[in-house]
């Protein structure tokens, strides 16, 4: 199994990062929250996690072990797929997560794109012992901020490639959206918002 890649980070997508490894571009799936924190040709390190099926190999980075042993728990539920587990470390952090199964928080699951009523309360279910208790409030990527949302998602989307002038207009679309939110803004979620409305004016 790869641990973890380490190295410059040779390209960007919105749903994915190449990392130079010994002269070799790895690519990983990361989720939006992983990706804010990526910049071109900056040194990086991503804890990874390889799924293997009959027709492909795909590696899925993360910025900490928290967030991949999250990952691979989440898979043991019946139904839960790497993309579903990504999609829900796209919308709450491991310990959002974490707090929502030890407290049957129905609400926080359904919020994630592809869990229904039906869906939350299954995993509510088989997951109760698996993911433990949350670790309390953390800070850095996939953790949500109370300050600076805007600088930092206008630093991921340049980090993506956008222009200046792409960053600055997808900052103020998004910011109904951050200001509307229960509690503090993520940034991963507000940078899938801002990929959408780019996409749309293009």
């Given at each position: ?9 040779a ?7 190449v ?11 990361c989720s939006?929250?992983?990706?804010s924190?990526?910049r071109?040709?900056?040194q ?8 293997v ?10 910025a900490d072990?928290d ?7 989440l898979?043991?539920a019946?139904?839960v ?10 919308t709450?952090?491991p310990d959002a ?5 030890a407290?049957?928080?129905e609400k926080?699951?359904?919020a994630?794109?592809?869990i229904?009523?039906r869906g939350?309360?299954?995993?509510l ?6 993911l433990?208790?949350p670790?309390?409030t ?8 109370s300050t600076g949302w805007r600088?930092?998602?206008h630093?991921?989307?340049?980090g993506?490639?956008?222009a200046t002038r792409e960053a ?8 109904p959206?951050?200001?509307?939110a229960?509690?503090?803004?993520q940034?991963g979620?507000l ?5 959408q409305?780019?996409?749309r004016?293009?």
């Amino acid at each position: 199994m790869i641990a973890f890649v380490s190295g410059p980070v040779a390209a960007l997508a919105p749903d994915s990062a190449v990392v130079e490894v010994g002269g070799i571009g790895i690519a990983v799936q990361c989720s939006p929250n992983t990706l804010s924190g990526l910049r071109m040709g900056q040194q990086t390190k991503l804890a990874t996690s390889l799924v293997v099926r009959e027709d492909s190999l795909t590696l899925y980075g993360f910025a900490d072990d928290d967030e991949r042993g999250t990952f691979e728990l989440l898979q043991t539920a019946s139904g839960v797929g790497p993309r579903l587990a990504q999609a829900m470390l796209a919308t709450h952090s491991p310990d959002a997560l974490r707090r929502a199964i030890a407290t049957g928080d129905e609400k926080t699951l359904t919020a994630v794109p592809g869990i229904g009523k039906r869906g939350a309360q299954k995993l509510l279910l088989e997951l109760k012992d698996r993911l433990g208790e949350p670790l309390g409030t953390r800070t850095g990527i996939g953790a949500p901020v109370s300050t600076g949302w805007r600088d930092q998602l206008h630093a991921a989307l340049i980090g993506l490639g956008y222009a200046t002038r792409e960053a600055d207009e997808a900052v103020s679309a998004v910011a109904p959206q951050a200001e509307a939110a229960e509690g503090t803004p993520q940034v991963g979620q507000l940078l899938k918002a801002a990929l959408q409305t780019l996409n749309r004016a293009r």
